[in-house]
């Protein structure tokens, strides 16, 4: 079936340690992107990528980075320079003139 | 910079009344996309406006794009409990698409 995987679902962050969360799609789409979203509130932009091995900052990249090495896969890295990196993170695919679709999202908690 | 605001942003409704939720946006764009949002999950997409004056219905729910007025609208016509959700309007912009910060919907017996 084609659609868009996060991994893990949940994940557990000492203070200092960086972590990667997974974003593979299989929809062959060309734009990808990440979003944060704190409880109660919207998405916050992070970064974005129209294009492999091309991405752009969003309006909260600080803390966060990104590679877009191959089509499917745009893994985001949350730093130990992320404050307060605990927030569900939502990885999307899309054509780049479309609706976005969303993987099921990944949930980081700092202890 | 292309802002999205949504209102209301909290919306208490009991089943069977009618209510409209509003998207307004900063810029010029005529593609405007409404998502739904259940409590700890991901965003589902629910209606993709690509026109002026483009109307999509699904269910209860329609909604419509007046993209001289810079205004969405996804109206709500005789509530029930399993439209209680975060709906979402996002705008698509230059390089990336905006969302507006969701209007949480709480539909009462």
């Known amino acids: 079936d084609g659609g868009i995987t996060q991994s893990p679902k949940y994940l557990f962050r000492k203070e200092g340690q960086n972590v990667t969360l997974s974003c593979e799609q299989n929809l062959n789409h060309d734009a990808m992107y990440w979003y944060r979203q704190d409880p109660g509130q919207g998405l916050r932009l992070i970064y974005y990528?129209?294009?492999?091995?091309?991405?752009q900052k969003g309006d909260i990249a600080e803390g966060y980075s990104v590679s877009r090495e191959k089509k499917e896969s745009f893994p985001l890295t949350v730093t130990s320079a992320q404050k307060n990196p605990t927030a569900f993170y939502l990885c999307a695919s899309g054509t780049g003139t479309g609706e976005l679709f969303f993987g099921e999202g990944s949930r980081l908690t700092v202890l | 910079e292309l802002k999205v605001e949504q209102n209301p942003l909290f919306l208490s409704m009991q089943e069977g009344k009618n209510y409209t939720i509003y998207c307004n946006y900063s810029?010029?764009?005529?593609?405007l996309y409404w998502y739904r949002q259940d409590p700890g999950k991901s965003l589902e997409s629910l209606f993709v406006l690509l026109s002026n004056g483009a109307v999509k219905q699904e269910g209860r729910l329609m909604a419509s794009l007046d993209t001289k007025a810079r205004l969405s609208t996804l109206h709500i016509t005789a509530a029930v409990h399993d439209l209680s959700a975060t709906y979402f309007c996002?705008?698509?912009?230059?390089?990336?698409?905006?969302f507006g910060a969701g209007t949480r919907l709480t539909v009462k017996p």
């Open positions: 996002a705008v698509d912009g230059d390089d990336d698409m905006r």
């Open positions: 810029t010029t764009s005529d593609r």
């Open positions: 990528s129209q294009i492999v091995n091309d991405f």
